[in-house]
C-alpha cells in the first residue's frame, strides 16, 4: 500500500498516525488543533493495517481483530454452558450413552446427544475453538506488540509541537533561567524515580514502561495454559479413566498401550458396628448399614515390550499395594485411587437341558457373562449355542429387546438348544425370572410346542472395585502459565507507563504529559515536579473539553427554556 510520506521527508507505512522520523501528527491538518493523539500503539502502523492484498493478510487481519477474539472466547464460554446441562459421557459410569441419555432425560437428553454434546469437550470442533484462541491471543499480540516495541524502544526526546499540543495534559510558560528550571526539574525526576533522557535541551521523563506489557504477558500465559489443555488430548500426557476390576482379575490400565496391567487380588469392605460405643447412637438414627472403609489388595504388571499387539505375554509385578479412599497406588506418574465398589455382581450362570416331559436334566453350561462362549458342547448330540446376549437387558421404544450397558447387572439371553430328538433346534429367552418359548426356524408363533427347556442351577458373584486411573504431565504447564498470567495481571493493574516532555518551543517552555492510565497521579507528579519553578500548571485537554461541551449543553437549555 501508500506509504505517507511527512513533511520532514520521511515515509511512513500505510496507517502510521504519528512520523516514526520528527513526531508529527499525521493525518488531516484542520484536525491537528481539535483532537487529541490516540497513543494507544504510539501511533505506529500495524501489519493488519498495512498489509491487506493477499489471503495470508487476510487472515492476519481476521484474527488480529479484538473483536474475532471476543467472539471465540464466548461462543467458547456458551459451548461449555451446553456441556453442563446434563452429564458427560465420562461420569455415566459405562452406561451406553445413546440408551442413557433419552431413558434419563427424555426428547432433550435424546438431542442433546445427537449433537455431540455428550462428550463436548472432547469434540472436533471444541479444540478447534480453543485452537482459533490461541491463534487469535497470538496474532493479536505480534500486531500489536512488535511495533509498539520498537516505537518504545525508539522514541524521541524532540517532539513536533502538534505532538505536545495533542497530549492530554499539556501547558506553557514564558520564563527566565531555562536552564536553572531544567536543572531543578531533572533533579526532581530522578527523586521521583523517572527515567530522564536530555537532547538539546529538552527533556523527556519516563518511568513504568514495562507495565505496557502486562497484558502481552498475560497473553503469554494464557497461550502456555492453553497449549497445556490441548496437550491433555495428545496420547501419553493425560489420563483421567475408570476401571472396573473383578476380584481375582486383571485388566489393562487406560492410557498405556497395553504396558501396564492392575490386578485385584481381594476386595474388603468395613462397615461400622451399630453396637459401637462412640458411634452406636449415631447409627441407629440412620437407615441401613454405613461403609467405614473399602479397600482393593491391588497388584501393578508391566507387560512383556516384546509381546505382539493384542496377546497378554509375561506380566512383571512392578508395584503392591492396599488401595484406600485416599491413598492411592503411585507408579511412574500414574495414580490409582479407590473410587466405588459394587457387591455381588452375577459373573457366571449355570443352566441344563430339561425334558419338559419327564423333568430329566442333561449336562451343564457355565455361562461367563462377561466374555460367553457362542456354542457349548454337551456331547451325545446335546448342543447349546447363544443366539443374542443382553447382559443388562430392557425393551426400547420399538418394544425389542436391548442393553443398557455391558455389565451384566440384567442379564438374557435367546438360546438355541439342539438334542438326539430336536436336531433343528429349538429357541427360547431367558432371563432373570423369564423363560418363554420362541419360534424355531421355520415355525410361526402357533406351532411353538418345543420339548425341551433350559432351566437354571446356579449363579456365582464377585465383587468390583472401582478404581481411577489418573496422570496428568500437563499440570506443570498449566502452573506456568497460570503463574505469568497473573504477573501480567499485577504488572499491567498496579503499574503505570508515564511520560513526561519539557520542551522549548517558540521562547516557552512546553510541558506534555501521557500516561495508560491513573492521570490524577501523573498530574500530581508535574505539580510537585514543577513546584517553585515559575512555571504554570498543565491542564487536563480532556476535562476541559467536557466542561466546554457541559456549558454548550446547559446554554442551549436556557436558550429553549427562554
Same mark, same amino acid.
Given at each position: ?72 472466547? $464466548? ?93 492530554? $495534559? ?24 523517572? #527515567? ?57 490400565? !487406560? ?22 460405643? $462412640? =458411634? ?30 493384542? $496377546? ?110 430336536? !436336531? ?14 420362541? !419360534? ?29 486411573? #489418573? ?30 516532555? =519539557?520542551? #522549548? ?17 501523573? #498530574? ?39
Amino acid at each position: 500500500m501508500d506509504k505517507i510520506k511527512c513533511e520532514c521527508g520521511h515515509l511512513n507505512p500505510h496507517g502510521t498516525i504519528i512520523c516514526e522520523s520528527c513526531g508529527k501528527p499525521l493525518g488531516n491538518e484542520n484536525d491537528d488543533q481539535k483532537q487529541l493523539l490516540n497513543m494507544r500503539y504510539e501511533g505506529v502502523a500495524r501489519r493488519s493495517q498495512t498489509y491487506t492484498s493477499n489471503i495470508i493478510d487476510k487472515i492476519w487481519m481476521f484474527f488480529s481483530s479484538v473483536k474475532v477474539g471476543i467472539w471465540i472466547i $464466548v461462543i467458547l464460554l456458551v459451548a461449555s454452558i451446553f456441556g453442563t446441562i446434563f452429564p458427560q459421557e465420562f461420569y455415566i459410569g459405562g452406561e451406553d450413552p445413546s440408551v442413557f441419555y433419552q431413558n434419563e432425560y427424555g426428547t432433550l437428553g435424546q438431542i442433546y446427544y445427537e449433537l455431540g454434546f455428550h462428550n463436548l469437550y472432547d469434540s472436533w470442533w471444541y479444540m478447534l475453538l480453543i485452537a482459533a484462541l490461541g491463534v487469535s491471543l497470538i496474532i493479536a499480540s505480534l500486531d500489536r506488540g512488535v511495533p509498539l516495541y520498537r516505537a518504545l524502544k525508539k522514541q524521541r526526546i524532540t517532539r513536533h509541537k502538534n505532538f505536545m499540543k495533542r497530549q492530554r $495534559v499539556f501547558g506553557s510558560s514564558q520564563v527566565p533561567d531555562y536552564d536553572e528550571k531544567m536543572n531543578t526539574i531533572k533533579q526532581r525526576l530522578s527523586q521521583k524515580n523517572y #527515567r530522564v533522557r536530555e537532547e538539546k535541551g529538552n527533556i523527556v521523563a519516563e518511568k513504568g514502561r514495562f507495565s505496557r506489557w502486562g497484558p502481552y504477558v498475560n497473553h503469554v500465559g494464557i497461550i502456555i495454559f492453553l497449549i497445556g489443555c490441548m496437550l491433555r488430548y495428545f496420547p501419553g500426557f493425560y489420563v483421567d479413566e475408570h476401571v472396573w476390576i473383578r476380584e481375582d482379575e486383571f485388566s489393562v490400565v !487406560p492410557g498405556t498401550n497395553q504396558e501396564l496391567y492392575i490386578g485385584n487380588e481381594g476386595f474388603h469392605l468395613e462397615l461400622y458396628d451399630p453396637e459401637d460405643e $462412640v =458411634f452406636g447412637e449415631s447409627m441407629q438414627r440412620v437407615d441401613g448399614l454405613v461403609v467405614k472403609t473399602y479397600q482393593t489388595d491391588a497388584v501393578l504388571y508391566e507387560a512383556d515390550p516384546d509381546s505382539p499387539i493384542g $496377546v497378554v505375554g509375561e506380566l512383571t509385578e512392578v508395584a503392591r499395594k492396599e488401595i484406600k479412599v485416599n491413598d492411592p497406588l503411585e507408579y511412574n506418574g500414574y495414580s490409582f485411587y479407590q473410587l466405588d465398589y459394587k457387591l455381588n455382581e452375577l459373573q457366571t450362570m449355570s443352566f441344563s437341558i430339561e425334558n419338559k416331559e419327564t423333568g430329566d436334566r442333561f449336562g451343564q453350561i457355565d455361562v461367563d457373562l462377561n466374555n460367553p462362549a457362542k456354542h457349548y458342547d454337551l456331547g451325545e448330540g446335546y448342543e447349546v449355542s447363544i443366539i443374542e446376549y443382553f447382559p443388562n437387558y430392557y425393551l426400547n421404544s420399538n418394544n425389542e429387546p436391548a442393553t443398557r450397558s455391558s455389565i451384566p447387572d440384567n442379564p438374557a439371553f435367546i438360546f438355541e438348544t439342539k438334542t438326539p430328538e430336536t !436336531p433343528d433346534g429349538e429357541r427360547s429367552f431367558i432371563g432373570i425370572m423369564a423363560n418363554y418359548d420362541l !419360534p424355531s426356524r421355520g415355525q410361526s408363533i402357533e406351532e411353538v410346542d418345543h420339548e425341551f427347556k433350559l432351566s437354571f442351577v446356579d449363579v456365582e458373584m464377585s465383587n468390583v472395585s472401582g478404581l481411577g486411573v #489418573r496422570k496428568d504431565l500437563t499440570i506443570p504447564i498449566l502452573i506456568v502459565g497460570g503463574a505469568i498470567f497473573m504477573i501480567g495481571l499485577i504488572q499491567g493493574s498496579y503499574w503505570a507507563h508515564r511520560r513526561i516532555w =519539557f520542551q #522549548r518551543i517558540d521562547g516557552e517552555i512546553w510541558i506534555a504529559g501521557h500516561t495508560n492510565k491513573n492521570w490524577l497521579t501523573l #498530574r500530581n507528579d508535574i505539580t510537585e515536579i514543577i513546584a517553585d519553578t515559575g512555571l504554570n500548571e498543565p491542564i487536563d485537554q480532556a476535562e476541559e473539553k467536557e466542561k466546554l461541551e457541559e456549558e454548550k449543553k446547559e446554554n442551549q437549555n436556557k436558550k429553549q427554556e427562554g
